[in-house]
């Protein structure tokens, strides 16, 4: 474990991932600040400490988002859009700068496990999504930041089941929950073990 962190901002609170990921670090404890573009896709079962409408494209909403938080969780997303786009890229790399701005160091991020493919094997509908993926990989290896970079594989609506198996660098498996997805971006946040590396995830094989 490392520094305490209570106090942190979720990026993409209302995506599939994002509203998981919410739920798990309000369960554990954690003073969450919901970064959202449109706060009606907030169920209302799901109550965060502080919910902020926002743009991350917009400098002032994320800084606003940033100032006083000791850690931050990146769920950025397209939902069903998967045309070429820089959203998510100059999302992170405004959220880094933020960071910077007010000395808040760790962050994770969310990416794709098809960041660990050869580019001609990641199917031709994905390579725009996954082309932005790296862009946000690029500004995180450019910052000082300490920052964990995530990369999921097909993320399912199944209940958590716990046992997931991390690994540094390398692919694991297949799918995850996005509840078990959720835990691992808030406990990776906690680690240090696993500071400037992607991290790759799945279950046990049976």
């Given at each position: 474990?490392?520094?305490?962190?209570?106090?942190?901002?979720?990026?993409?609170?209302?995506?599939?991932?994002?509203?998981?990921?919410?739920?798990?670090?309000?369960?554990?404890?954690?003073?969450?600040?919901?970064?959202?573009?449109?706060?009606?896709?907030l169920?209302?079962?799901?109550?965060?400490?502080?919910?902020?409408?926002?743009?991350?494209?917009?400098?002032?909403?994320?800084?606003?988002?940033?100032?006083?938080?000791?850690?931050?969780?990146?769920?950025?997303?397209t939902r069903?859009?998967l045309?070429?786009?820089?959203?998510?890229?100059?999302?992170?790399?405004?959220?880094?700068?933020?960071?910077?701005?007010?000395?808040?160091?760790r962050?994770?991020?969310?990416?794709?496990?098809?960041?660990?493919?050869?580019?001609?094997?990641?199917?031709?509908?994905?390579?725009?999504?996954?082309?932005?993926?790296?862009?946000?990989?690029?500004?995180?290896?450019?910052?000082?930041?300490?920052?964990?970079?995530?990369?999921?594989?097909?993320?399912?609506?199944?209940?958590?089941?716990?046992?997931?198996?991390?690994?540094?660098?390398?692919?694991?498996?297949?799918?995850?929950?996005?509840?078990?997805?959720?835990?691992?971006?808030?406990?990776?946040?906690?680690?240090?073990?696993?500071?400037?590396?992607?991290?790759?995830?799945?279950?046990?094989?049976?």
């Amino acid at each position: 474990m490392t520094r305490n962190i209570r106090k942190i901002v979720i990026f993409g609170a209302t995506g599939n991932t994002g509203l998981a990921t919410v739920q798990v670090a309000l369960n554990l404890g954690f003073e969450v600040t919901a970064f959202l573009r449109d706060p009606t896709k907030l169920p209302p079962d799901v109550k965060p400490n502080i919910v902020i409408k926002g743009d991350v494209l917009n400098t002032d909403d994320v800084n606003k988002a940033v100032e006083g938080q000791d850690g931050v969780v990146i769920v950025l997303g397209t939902r069903n859009d998967l045309s070429p786009t820089t959203v998510m890229s100059e999302g992170t790399r405004n959220i880094v700068q933020a960071m910077k701005m007010y000395n808040v160091l760790r962050v994770t991020c969310c990416m794709s496990a098809f960041l660990f493919w050869e580019r001609d094997k990641v199917p031709p509908r994905l390579v725009p999504l996954t082309e932005d993926h790296e862009r946000m990989m690029n500004v995180l290896k450019e910052s000082d930041r300490e920052w964990v970079a995530l990369f999921p594989p097909h993320i399912t609506n199944e209940p958590a089941t716990k046992n997931y198996i991390l690994k540094k660098d390398t692919s694991v498996g297949h799918v995850i929950s996005k509840f078990d997805l959720g835990e691992i971006m808030i406990k990776c946040l906690l680690m240090d073990d696993y500071i400037g590396h992607t991290v790759g995830m799945g279950y046990p094989q049976v």
